[in-house]
């Protein structure tokens, strides 16, 4: 299972890569490799919304379904198309291939998300 | 002692010892005593084969069936030709006493008559995607609200008044129920009122249930209200007869984004209201929101054709509380009557069906017309069904057809208090020029 | 055999016909002087062109390529896959009950009316409820019809904070997804470990909020409710109403019933219990049954007996309305009915027995070869744990697919969610001790393999007319219907 140092993450396993007040947004090896063989990413709209922790789209494999949530409050700004068009990107590097782009709406919320090494940590119990 | 329990008693006693226990009642220790029956079910005592068909043929008799009775009666249970050919496939145990195709390895008989099933609802609907089927035309119907609802985020659902009464009121308790607002357009000689639908229609609409035809048999002009819908962002549901599309213009063709009916006519049986089949197809864009079983191509590992259900992330079994409906089965069995139908009919004969049915009909109205007695009660093109004005109570008309052995139409006071003493007929392929002769003299009779 | 690999739009040759009809016999007129052009389509739908001999063949062979309880053993849990009686296909088949149009007058429909009526007397009796509706079409349609009735009672009685529905994390998904298309808010508590009520936990959730529980017993994992008494007080107490969910009624007939156990509202399914078939997918009958104070609340119309005569009631102001078109699967009902009288009170709770005499067999003689999380006596079904990674990684799905070389359906796997590889056994309570012998077997079979040579256990299945197939490729490109090209 990969972790990359430099994002942010959260329990469900989105992780964040913060670039000034704009940020990508996608979820973790690990949970591509819980997932197995995604078929199906659904993404927002440009321009939506949301607020931290709503759910903001959903991933689809064979046998599972889960909600993607957003780790803090944000606009969006662009989503991925090319996962969208091929969703097994995702399994081949779920940090290389974000889901969506977003400005962030209030930073300071970007303190309650964990780091590369308490992601790990949770992980592991999750075990 | 039973022939469908096959253990015997020295099987029993075997399978007790093996387990380790003494009597079939120590199975059931772990229920509390206080809440055992520990009395004789009231019920029948057993019966034997021939007992049980004395019993259910004696109940059988006290119906009148339209073998004996000639049917010109519609309102969406339809007495269309069924082929001799549909029960003899329909009756194999391989087909009728299989489980849902979760285990494709061994279930492709099944799963290839949906694909070809989904593949023949495309054709007549002109959708991109059908489902598996669903349990009749009125839950269909609201499968496609709550779909309608679900895409668009709204939460209110626009029906005419020209959809069949069950229907509507079907749609009326699954709204309800879910807290989805249930908007009535009233019609205007038969059809839609365009004009008060407009009125009603707005960007919190999320969709606009059109039937066409419609419960009076009347063709409904979707135009205007297709433009409206869509200017608004809404969908426009379309409820339609399989068999008018061999004749009529597709949902699609007509900008639907819902296409859902009953398929009875496709060779089910009248069965005094079920089991019938559902249809429900979509755009390839709402795809994934489309509720019940779906059918897809693959191959197996040998790089062999074969179907398996797929994008089963949408349904109950895998997303639960947030799956697109909670429908679990489907009427496989109607479905597959409705492939063989379509097969055996083929393309020339559900033409042929079609065109029957409202040239019949077509007579059948006219000769009525010419009676001086019974007026049509709209002037509006019709496919196989009508309505008449009618100068007596419908009942009473019924009543005295009945007692020459027809089933006259429906009553359309019932659910149209503007209706009253009007009828709805009628005519499929089924019915001659001689039983519609004989119809129209009885009714002429009537005063 | 040679292998047929066909779909029916590819045997299809243009001018060929299956069907034959009489000349129309009326006057024909040209179709635009009735029908205007701009409402007629332009090209015809697209349909087979087939003799009446190839109608038969194609799908001839293609039942060839299917299971059915007819071909062999089907332990799928929680789907009583018992043996369909052949009566119940003839009664079904009667004229006088497949042509009767649901408009019809009452008077010419008088035996349907009397067969569904009695039969909704005799479900009512079995479950211990004071009222049956016939109407629902499947069990995911029954629950949701017993939902609104829930939803409908509180509302009556002017309480209309009820928004949540209490459902264990052991259920079948159909009862929170039901409790969704109802409106309500789904709380979902975790079992215990043998998968029952915690009582800790619903305490903990049940409140003024709270519309009712929805439970299903004997369990998903085929376990009794033991403190059943005690889960029904707790949700009378706190005002809510307790659902049960009839796809485990085959353990109890005429041993207890969900009325006496302190359910207010059960769905029953005509296709598992009461041995009508399951055709592939369908058509299923999930009529529901409801205690004395819930029986305004049933969808009309109610079939009522007046005098000598049997009526449609529609005049119910309390009702909750239709629900669908017409009665319900009256073709269902007719084989349910069927298999009633057939078995007679002691029948019914002889198939229990023997269904839960069955059930600890399979599980007594395979518990020493597979994973067995609870090991008490079952009812009519238990869960297998798989095999467990440590033997080669070898998957529950791949034990499923190698039974199917031997010639068995595979059972219910994955589910219920709160076993890990599950494998869910419901032998029923038509199979033969040699039957169950020969599953044991099978079964013994496989868990050696998969010790010896796991290679076998991950390509099977083998002899079945296609093998593993691509599900990954049928979900990202999905292919749902036949083109031209």
């Known amino acids: 299972m990969r972790i990359l140092e430099n994002l942010l993450y959260t329990n469900d396993h989105e992780w964040i890569r913060v670039e000034g007040n704009e940020a990508y947004i996608g979820i973790t090896d690990y949970a591509q490799h819980a997932l197995g063989d995604i078929v199906f990413v659904e993404l927002p709209e440009v321009d939506a919304q949301f607020n931290a922790g709503d759910a903001f789209g959903v991933i689809e494999s064979v046998k599972a379904a889960a909600d993607i949530y957003i780790p803090v409050s944000a606009r969006i700004i662009e989503v991925n198309e090319e996962i969208s068009d091929d969703p097994s990107l995702v399994n081949k590097d779920a940090f290389e291939n974000w889901m969506i782009k977003v400005e962030l709406l209030d930073k300071s919320e970007l303190d309650n998300l964990m780091t590369a090494k308490d992601y790990e940590e949770h992980c592991s119990k999750e075990e | 002692m039973y022939p469908y329990i096959p253990n015997t008693q020295d099987d029993e006693r075997e399978l007790l ?76 145990a391989e087909f009728y006493t299989a489980y849902t195709p979760y285990q494709p390895e061994i279930s492709q008989g099944t799963l290839q008559v949906i694909f070809e099933y989904q593949s023949m609802i495309c054709s007549l609907t002109g959708m991109d995607v059908s489902n598996a089927s669903m349990y009749d035309g009125a839950t269909a119907t609201a499968e496609a609200a709550f779909m309608a609802c679900d895409n668009t985020r709204r939460n209110s659902i626009v029906v005419s008044k020209t959809v069949h009464p069950e229907i509507r009121r079907t749609l009326k308790t699954y ?10 357009v009233e019609d205007n000689d038969g059809v839609t009122d365009i004009e008060k639908l407009k009125a009603v229609v707005s960007n919190k609409t999320a969709g606009v249930i059109v039937q066409s035809p419609n419960f009076f048999g009347i063709i409904e002009d979707v135009t205007e ?27 699609a063709e007509q900008g639907a984004d819902i296409a859902v009916g009953e398929g009875q006519g496709l060779g089910s049986s009248l069965n005094y209201g079920g089991p019938y089949l559902g249809f429900m197809a979509t755009t390839s864009k709402l795809m994934r929101k489309l509720p019940g079983r779906i059918v897809g191509q693959t191959e197996d590992v040998d790089g062999k054709r074969a179907f398996v259900l797929t994008l089963q992330a949408r349904e109950q079994h895998i997303r639960r509380q947030k799956a697109t409906s909670n429908i679990c089965s489907n009427q496989a069995i109607n479905a597959l009557t409705a492939a063989i139908y379509l097969t055996t009919m083929g393309k020339k004969g559900l033409r042929e069906v079609a065109v029957q049915s409202t040239q019949k009909a077509h007579y059948a109205l006219n000769k009525l017309n010419n009676t001086g007695i019974y007026k049509p009660l709209f002037n509006k093109p019709f496919f196989k069904e009508f309505a008449v004005k009618c100068n007596s109570e419908i009942e009473k008309i019924n009543q005295e057809l009945l007692k020459n052995n027809i089933i006259g139409g429906y009553d359309l006071g019932k659910d149209y208090p503007d209706y009253t003493n009007s009828m709805l007929l009628c005519v499929t392929e089924k019915r001659t020029k001689n039983e519609i002769d004989t119809l129209v003299a009885l009714m002429e009779g009537i005063r | 055999m040679k292998e047929y690999n066909k779909l029916i739009f590819e045997i299809s040759r243009e001018g060929r016909v299956g069907y034959s009809l009489p000349q129309i016999d009326v006057a024909e007129r040209n179709l635009e002087e009735f029908i205007p052009k701009e409402f007629l389509r332009d090209k015809s739908p697209e349909l087979p062109e087939v003799s009446e001999g190839d109608v038969v063949r194609h799908f001839t062979l293609l039942s060839n390529k299917n299971y059915g309880v007819d071909n062999g053993f089907y332990p799928l849990g929680s789907c009583t896959m018992k043996y369909n009686p052949k009566i119940n296909e003839d009664m079904a088949a009667l004229t006088e009950f497949t042509n009767l149009h649901p408009y019809q007058s009452e008077d010419t429909v008088q035996g349907a009316l009397e067969l569904m009526y009695d039969l909704s007397g005799k479900l009512a009796e079995i479950s211990g409820m004071k009222a049956v509706t016939l109407q629902p079409a499947a069990g995911a349609h029954g629950e949701m019809t017993g939902l609104m009735i829930i939803k409908k009672y509180h509302e009556k009685r002017g309480d209309f904070k009820r928004k949540k529905i209490i459902v264990p994390d052991s259920a079948h998904g159909t009862n929170p997804a039901s409790a969704a298309v109802v409106g309500f808010e789904i709380i979902e508590i975790k079992s215990t470990k043998d998968g029952a009520v915690d009582l800790e936990n619903l305490k903990a959730v049940l409140d003024d909020e709270v519309a009712g529980l929805m439970l299903t017993n004997p369990s998903t994992l085929g376990l009794f409710e033991k403190n059943i008494k005690e889960i029904a007080d707790l949700v009378h107490e706190a005002g809510g109403l307790l659902y049960y969910d009839g796809a485990n009624m085959n353990a109890i007939m005429g041993i207890a019933r969900p009325g006496d156990m302190g359910f207010d509202v059960v769905h029953l399914n005509l296709h598992k219990t009461f041995s009508t078939p399951h055709g592939g997918g369908g058509p299923g009958s999930g009529p529901v049954g409801v205690r004395e104070d819930l029986v305004d609340f049933l969808p009309v119309p109610v079939i009522e007996k007046n005098g000598e005569r049997y009526i449609l009631n529609y005049n119910k102001p309390d009702s909750i309305g239709k629900i669908k078109s017409f009665y319900g699967n009256f073709g269902v009902m007719i084989k349910a009915y069927a298999y009633i009288l057939s078995m007679g009170a002691e029948g019914l709770k002889k198939a229990s027995e023997i269904a839960v005499l069955n059930a600890n067999y399979l599980m007594k003689n395979l518990k020493e070869h597979y994973n067995l999380p609870i090991n008490e006596i079952c009812k009519h079904e238990f869960v297998l744990g798989g095999l467990g990674k440590e033997v080669n990684e070898v998957t529950t799905l791949d034990i499923a697919k190698r039974l199917l ?64 197939l691509d599900e990954v490729k049928a979900a990202r490109n999905p292919i749902l219907k036949w083109s031209k090209e």
């Open chain 2, 225 to 251: 209200i297709e433009k409206c819908v869509h200017e608004n962002k809404g969908m426009l549901i379309m409820n339609v007869d399989p068999v008018s599309l061999a004749l009529l213009k597709s949902p």
């Open chain 2, 175 to 184: 709204l309800y129920f879910r807290g989805i607002e249930y908007v009535e």
């Open chain 2, 17 to 92: 010892s093996n387990i380790g226990i003494d009597s079939i009642e120590n199975l059931f220790e772990d229920i509390p005593e206080s809440i055992k029956l520990n009395r004789r079910l009231n019920l029948n005592r057993p019966m034997s084969e021939i007992e049980v068909k004395n019993h259910i043929e004696n109940l059988a008799r006290k119906n009148k069936s339209t073998d004996e009775l000639i049917c010109f009666l519609g309102a969406g249970a339809y007495d269309h030709y069924i082929p001799s050919v549909i029960k003899h496939i329909t009756s194999r």
């Open chain 3, 405 to 468: 070389d031997y010639g068995y359906h595979p059972p219910t796997i994955y589910f219920p969610l709160i076993v890990d590889s599950a494998i869910m056994v419901e032998p029923t309570e038509t199979e033969s001790k040699e039957t169950l012998d020969g599953f044991i077997d099978a079964m013994i079979k496989i868990s050696v393999e998969a010790k010896e040579k796991p290679e076998i256990l991950k390509g099977a299945p083998y002899n079945t007319p296609v093998r593993r």
